[in-house]
């Protein structure tokens, strides 16, 4: 099994950006599908963003525009980029691939003044 190590969080005033970061321990080359979740207090988990080994991502609509999913494959690394953050971002974000069944521990992400 594909182990995740996710990097990357803390605490941002409103406006200001993250760049988190998912190290795999095994080549994500040929993996398919890579995904970002999010999960706020006394909420569920959610979907934030999607990306496939040709490259075609989705992103929940509360994120469009202002999220972006990549993923290096020479470093087995899966980014998520946010921008523009906003305190209903605030979120432990886990990274995520489908495939394997395989989770991270999670990042915690604080938005706050």
């Known amino acids: 099994q594909v182990q995740l190590v996710e990097s990357g969080g803390g605490l941002v005033q409103p406006g200001g950006s993250l760049r988190l970061s998912c190290a795999a321990s095994?080549?994500?080359?040929?993996?398919?599908?890579v995904d970002w979740y999010r999960q706020a207090p006394g909420k569920q988990r959610e979907l934030v963003a999607v990306?496939?080994?040709?490259?075609?991502?989705n992103y929940a609509e509360s994120v469009k525009g202002r999220f972006t999913i990549s993923r290096d494959n020479a470093k087995n690394t899966v980014y998520l980029q946010m921008n523009s953050l906003k305190a209903e971002d605030t979120a432990v974000y886990y990274c995520?691939?489908?495939?394997?069944?395989?989770w991270g521990q999670g990042t915690q992400v604080t938005v706050s003044s």
């Open positions: 095994g080549s994500i080359f040929n993996i398919n599908v």
């Open positions: 990306m496939t080994r040709g490259g075609s991502t």
């Open positions: 995520h691939f489908p495939g394997f069944g395989s």
